[in-house]
């Protein structure tokens, strides 16, 4: 009966947990469900995100197009070049991490070496495969991206517009895809799941039969049964176990020949059934760790009750210090509460703040959903956080994009416009409106409201423009305005092609270019007329001229001649009257001359007070002489301006086609030979060119004129010569000394060119450019070097520089270039020649005076010439002096010579007076001036006159000898 009873109750023990079994069992496979449409609302997350992926290169794509519309309107695009890289860089680091991710989680599978982990380690091998090729997709994006730039900077905006155009509509595609590979998703998961929950009520009936069946027959069988049943129980409470536990791949091995033969075939069918239609707790559990975004399960208390890795990494806690937290802990209260969320129970991208250990706040997206239990009632929920710190960022950069935008539409001055074609419809921005003077409501968005106010002339070549095949375009046109006057507009746009390469989006700019055109019309004007008389300049005489000369060389009775006329004495009714009074007389001389002249005859103003007539169908030259006689006969009349009464006379020179000229530069340069001529005979003289001239004129007429273009050119060079100590043979100073080297003719000695600008006005500019220049580079000798404290530069001055004005302008000029370079006057001294001082010692000697009160040093140039006598340097205001170097030519054979060298040696040390000796070549000078005591000398014997950038590689090594002595 005891055996009988532990029999039965055995049996009623173990029917009572296969019925426990079952039941837990189908709570179990309730909870996978459950916990396996989460995982399939996170795969759709994922594929989800997949779209945002597409939906973020969509709009990268369309920043693309709009720097190619600010590229076209000539504005800089490279702050969004650099958007749109960073932008790219981090989608492809988004794509590594979500690989690389997915490899660990297989490394951790493979290294286990699981039966159950095959499939899961096969589907993170897809997984990752698909992560491979998006990567790759990204990157050679980019590579077509880098393309597109180019294209950009070439211009080639043809090519960046079908690229755009390509690339737009291959996204469309790739959406419509990914939708459609959700849709197959969610519906297969779908399926499956139900499957499973149907395999669960089936094996709950079977297991529920079964324990019923046992029961009847135990009460019969009960002896018989003990020692065939205790056995089997036994192995079938241990595979129960190891069910409850998820290993689905426990074998029961029952050979009995009754019914637990036949119930362990069940089992194992139960178990192959559920294996294979649900994953193992294992797996879930390995599924949940891997998910990237936070998973939180929580009881209806708000108690939380699991957690993944990615909940644990982001918030800072471990697992043991999440479980049993209350979740309002990690939520902030003011953006969601528990009791919300438990009334809500379901949730979809609520947007939230977890609260981190650190006090950290973290944007969200929050999903939630209840678990409920086998009779449906919830018992606690799932929660799902996507970190959206990177979207956050994004939006950030997107709404700074968007208002940049905005503002640069807002403060643009151009008016914007975008055609729909496919609905015909075009947005006109208000600017566009404003520019033809209407209000926004005044004008609809349809074709016909710009096409009626464009100029009928100019319509067609508008349609044209949108209508062929080039993708970009720009035109201008009148176009009505609302004031009933016309605007000129500058009208560009792009077209944009869908990938069938059909025009289906037009856009573009105009721009009111009607000031522009005037001015542009006035600045032609300008280019053709003087300014001050209105007659036409030197470039539209030349122009006729050269009509002439070609239609000379078919028709040789078109004779034709020129006359240049030079005002006489112009220059000293600007200094003495002013400006003001000379621009009136000139104006008055401009039309005088125009009234002795023929319809067909034209007159330019040159330059100052030069005018050039050109004589057009003059076949005699006793025609020339009665216009010239003319003109000189009426300039002669006195002119009246302001009261006051001028007389004018004028140099003129005339040339005549007759000489068989072939170029306009051969027949130009005649006349201004036979110009300087005219001027060197007599004010007021006449010369008619005859080929004449001398060679000598002309070579010096030629010089001086490329000397005006050196100046321009910045063909001039300062060089320097060092001055030497010739008791230590270190650098004191340098003598600056101008070179000119021509580009045709080479080095040009400053004996023939210095002259030239004496005889001209170029001395003075020339002068002043000398000092600038040497004024600058004394003042970066200074910051760079100390010893340069201890030198100064020697500047050549011609008295014609200070003559002007009683001196007053050039002290200015002196005045302006120190304060300019900043450097102090004492390292600067200008030196004038014996011969131009003593000239006109009177004028002279105050004006030196002046100059050496600014701090500036005073030499004397080429002493000894015979003009001045060594008494007189006590009552000069000079610091130094410089004997001329005829004093060492043939010292050794003049003895006199020595004896006037060591004189005026003697002489400057006692008065202190800065004695430089030039000019030395031999040891043997330098050996006599050392025996009469000179301290100070230059000459090719030591140096060579260097470059300023030789020159202070000679300061950096007396620097550097300074240094180690």
């Not at 709009?66 to 492809?92: D, G, M, R, V, Y």
């Not at 309002?328 to 528990?338: H, M, T």
């Not at 020339?766 to 070097?785: C, H, P, R």
Request: hydrophobic share 40%; with cysteine; glycine share 4%.
């Amino acid at each position: 009966m005891k055996i009988r009873n532990k029999l039965i109750g055995g049996f009623l023990a173990v029917s009572c947990l296969l019925g426990a079994s079952s039941l837990l069992t189908e709570l179990i496979i309730f909870d996978l469900s459950k916990r396996v449409r989460l995982v399939v609302k996170h795969q759709l997350k994922e594929a989800e995100q997949d779209i945002q992926l597409n939906q973020d290169l969509q709009e990268l794509r369309f920043e693309l197009m709009n720097i190619l519309i600010l590229k076209e309107q000539n504005k800089s695009i490279e702050a969004e070049k650099k958007q749109i890289n960073n932008l790219l860089s981090e989608t492809i680091n988004t794509v590594k991490n979500n690989l690389v991710a997915h490899q660990n989680i297989r490394e951790d599978l493979i290294n286990k070496n699981l039966e159950a982990d095959r499939d899961k380690i096969e589907g993170l091998n897809q997984e990752i495969d698909k992560f491979i090729e998006l990567e790759q997709e990204l990157k050679d994006y980019q590579v077509q991206i880098n393309s597109y730039y180019q294209f950009l900077d070439s211009d080639r905006f043809d090519l960046a517009a079908q690229f755009l155009a390509s690339d737009l509509n291959s996204t469309t595609d790739e959406e419509s895809s990914q939708k459609n590979k959700i849709e197959v998703v969610v519906e297969k998961l779908d399926g499956r799941i139900r499957e499973i929950f149907k395999t669960l009520q089936n094996s709950g009936y079977f297991i529920f039969g079964f324990n019923l069946f046992g029961l009847i027959l135990l009460s019969l069988l009960a002896k018989h049964l003990y020692q065939s049943i205790s056995t089997p129980l036994e192995e079938l409470k241990q595979a129960a176990l190891e069910v409850e536990q998820g290993n689905l791949n426990y074998q029961l091995d029952i050979q009995t020949e009754n019914e637990f033969k036949s119930v362990a075939l069940a089992f194992k069918q139960m178990t192959r059934g559920l294996k294979n239609s649900t994953v193992s707790k294992f797996y879930l559990d390995k599924i949940v760790g891997s998910i990237i975004d936070s998973l939180i399960v929580v009881d209806l208390e708000g108690k939380i009750q699991k957690v993944n890795q990615a909940t644990c990494n982001l918030l800072g806690y471990s697992e043991q210090e999440l479980l049993g937290l209350n979740l309002e802990k990690i939520i902030e209260e003011s953006s969601l509460s528990f009791p919300d969320l438990k009334q809500q129970g379901y949730l979809e991208n609520k947007e939230t703040k977890y609260l981190t250990k650190q006090g950290i706040t973290i944007p969200i997206i929050l999903s939630s959903s209840f678990i409920e239990n086998k009779s449906n009632q919830p018992c606690g929920i799932v929660c799902i956080a996507k970190d959206i710190r990177e979207r956050y960022k994004v939006e950030q950069r997107l709404k700074a994009s968007e208002e940049r935008y905005a503002l640069a539409a807002s403060a643009s001055n151009d008016g914007l416009w975008d055609w729909n074609l496919n609905t015909n419809e075009i947005y006109y921005s208000e600017r566009w409106k404003e520019l033809l003077g209407y209000q926004k409501s005044e004008i609809k968005a349809t074709p016909e409201e710009w096409f009626k106010r464009v100029d009928s002339k100019y319509l067609s070549i508008l349609k044209d423009a949108l209508e062929n095949e080039t993708t970009n375009f720009k035109i201008t046109y009148p176009i009505a305005h609302k004031d009933g006057q016309d605007r000129w507009m500058m009208c560009q746009g792009i077209k944009v092609k869908d990938f069938m390469g059909k025009v289906y989006r037009i856009v573009g700019s105009q721009t009111d270019i009607t000031a522009d055109r005037v001015a542009k019309q006035q600045l032609y004007y300008t280019a053709r007329h003087d300014s001050l008389t209105g007659l036409v300049n030197r470039y539209v005489f030349e122009s006729e001229l050269e009509k002439l000369l070609e239609t000379a060389k078919t028709a040789s009775d078109s004779l034709f001649s020129i006359i240049l006329i030079d005002l006489n004495g112009f220059k000293m009714v600007n200094e003495s009257l002013g400006y003001d009074t000379g621009d009136r007389l000139l104006i008055e001389v401009s039309k005088i001359i125009q009234s002795c002249l023929r319809q067909e005859d034209i007159l330019a103003r040159f330059r100052g007070d030069e005018f050039a007539v050109l004589l057009p169908k003059i076949n005699h030259l006793d025609r020339v002489s009665e216009i010239v006689n003319r003109i000189e006969k009426q300039l002669s009349s006195p002119i009246f301006i302001q009261g006051k009464e001028f007389t004018v006379s004028a140099s003129m020179a005339i040339v005549s086609s007759k000489n068989n000229y072939q170029k306009m530069g051969d027949m130009l340069h005649d006349a201004d030979a036979a110009m300087y001529r005219a001027k060197a005979k007599n004010k007021g003289y006449q010369i008619v060119f005859e080929g004449s001239l001398s060679r000598e004129d002309l070579n010096r007429l030629d010089l001086e004129k490329d000397l005006r273009k050196a100046i321009a050119n910045d063909e001039l060079e300062v060089f320097y010569l060092p001055i030497f100590d010739l008791k230590s043979n270190k650098i004191t100073g340098f003598e600056a000394l101008l070179r000119w080297n021509h580009p045709e003719k080479g080095e040009i000695s400053p004996g023939v060119f210095i002259p030239i600008a004496e005889k001209s006005d170029l001395i003075v500019l020339i002068g002043n450019w000398v000092l600038e220049k040497v004024a600058t580079q004394i003042g970066i000798w200074l910051d760079k070097y100390i010893i340069a404290r201890d030198m100064f530069v020697s500047v050549n001055i011609s008295v014609l520089q200070f003559k002007e004005s009683d001196g007053s302008d050039f002290i200015y000029k002196l005045k302006n270039i120190i304060a300019r370079t900043g450097i102090q006057p004492k390292f600067l001294q200008l030196e004038i020649t014996e011969s131009s001082m003593m000239e006109n010692i009177e004028e002279t000697l105050p004006l030196l005076t002046r100059i050496k009160d600014l701090g500036i040093k005073i030499g004397l140039d080429d002493f000894g010439t015979g003009y001045s006598s060594l008494s007189s340097l006590r009552n000069l205001p000079i610091d130094g002096l410089k004997i001329d170097n005829s004093f060492l030519t043939h010292l050794g054979k003049q003895p006199h010579k020595l004896e006037l060298i060591k004189t005026i040696i003697n002489i400057a040390n006692t008065l202190n007076i800065h004695l430089i000796v030039e000019g030395i070549e031999t040891k043997d000078q330098l050996s006599i001036l050392k025996e009469f005591n000179c301290k100070y000398g230059q000459g090719y014997l030591f140096s060579h006159p260097v470059n300023a950038r030789e020159a202070e590689n000679m300061i950096f090594m007396s620097e550097q000898e300074n240094l180690i002595q």
